[in-house]
């Protein structure tokens, strides 16, 4: 089975604060994904990855980094916590896929829950 | 980008009853999919639709997809306390990309 595991469950932190979210799979994917969870807003894309040390901006980039050193972890930081990052944080890995006819499924991490005060 | 958009927001039925989710979405598509999640938790796939297929069955699962209208619907058969959840559609955007839906939430009454 696919383990997609995330470094907090929840998560308090202050405004200015540096924050780390860390996010490790065990299945060897390439591909890996930062989402951030609002209501009515649905899910959105942060930002992804899709080899080590290589990096892409998602639809919401702002405010936030990610490093991907290993294969196997992805991890997001927000250099300066501000209370509008409060939200539900969403990790995701999937395979390479192979074309456009195969866009594999992606597999979730259970999220973490980051409230900024 | 485009994004999904989910129809009901939110929907409750009985029991035994089924229940049916549609999404809509704008432009062309590589593939759909269909996503759940139980509160407080990540989301679990359910099922993928390829453009050229137009109905596709996983257990009590019935997703059908209309590209010439740009519509998918997810039919959860004799539905149980336990598919409780919220329900979300994804486009696949390119190779490496899904775009998300807004989600149902769908409560089922005993």
């Known amino acids: 089975d696919v383990k997609v595991t995330q470094s907090s469950r929840y998560l308090v932190k202050r405004t200015g604060e540096k924050v780390f979210l860390e996010c490790v799979q065990d299945?060897?994917?390439?591909?890996m994904f930062w989402y951030r969870q609002d209501p009515g807003l649905g899910l959105r894309l942060i930002y992804f990855?899709?080899?080590?040390?290589?990096?892409e901006k998602g639809d919401i980039p702002e405010g936030y980094s990610v490093s991907r050193e290993k294969k196997e972890r992805f991890s997001l930081i927000l250099e300066s916590a501000s209370t509008n990052q409060t939200s539900m944080y969403l990790c995701?890995?999937?395979?390479?896929?192979?074309?456009?006819?195969?866009?594999?499924?992606?597999?979730f991490g259970p999220g973490t829950r980051l409230t900024v005060t | 980008s485009q994004q999904g958009e989910e129809d009901p927001q939110a929907l409750s039925i009985q029991e035994g009853e089924n229940a049916t989710m549609n999404c809509s979405y704008k432009?062309?598509?590589?593939?759909l999919q269909w996503y759940r999640q139980n509160s407080g938790r990540g989301l679990v796939h359910l099922i993928l639709?390829?453009?050229?297929?137009r109905e596709k069955h996983s257990g009590r699962l019935r997703v059908t997809l209309d590209t010439s209208k740009k519509s998918s619907s997810l039919l959860i058969t004799a539905s149980r306390a336990a598919d409780t959840a919220s329900y979300f559609c994804?486009?696949?955007?390119?190779?490496?990309?899904?775009?998300f839906g807004q989600g149902t939430r769908l409560t089922i009454n005993p």
């Open positions: 432009t062309s598509i590589n593939n």
């Open positions: 995701a890995s999937r395979a390479r896929s192979l074309g456009n006819l195969a866009s594999y499924e992606q597999y």
């Open positions: 299945m060897d994917h390439e591909n």
């Open positions: 990855s899709y080899d080590v040390k290589m990096k």
């Open positions: 639709i390829r453009s050229n297929e």
């Open positions: 994804a486009m696949s955007q390119g190779a490496q990309k899904l775009v």
